[in-house]
Nanobody, 127 residues
Framework: QVQLVESGGGLVQAGGSLRLSCAAS????????MGWFRQAPGKERMFVAA????????NYADSVKDRFTISRDSAKNTAYLQMNSLKAEDTAVYYC????????????????????WGQGTQVTVSS
């Protein structure tokens, strides 16, 4: 079992920045891709960003491309989401997730690909 704990959410003004962290613990002795998703009130959960086990491949939703950066520190079993130029429409609960990978360069874009989820962290952007 893998446990994921997000941190770093909060309230920020439009144009500001936040950095989310996702710490993995438990049985992490396998390759796993990591991803970030978000869910705004009344809306479906949507993909934000993903990174491969090797850290060499990243994918982003079009709405966050060039503003958000996903990264990971494998030694710390931690993934990050640096969010810059935040907009009011970025307001949501952000979830990190982990997916077992058979290839070190695989990324996963669908929520159903992920078997492990964190509890979420609220990000509120005021306009």
């Amino acid at each position: 079992q893998v446990q994921l704990v997000e941190s770093g959410g909060g309230l920020v003004q439009a144009g500001g920045s936040l950095r989310l962290s996702c710490a993995a613990s438990g049985r992490t002795g396998f390759m796993y891709g990591m991803g970030w998703f978000r869910q705004a009130p009344g809306k479906e959960r949507m993909f934000v960003a993903a990174i491969s086990w090797s850290g060499s491949r990243m994918n982003y939703a079009d709405s966050v491309k060039d503003r958000f950066t996903i990264s990971r520190d494998s030694a710390k079993n931690t993934a990050y989401l640096q969010m810059n130029s935040l907009k009011a429409e970025d307001t949501a609960v952000y979830y990190c997730a982990a997916a077992r990978a058979t290839l070190s360069g695989s990324t996963f874009l669908r929520g159903n690909d992920y078997g492990y989820w964190g509890q979420g962290t609220q990000v509120t952007v005021s306009s």
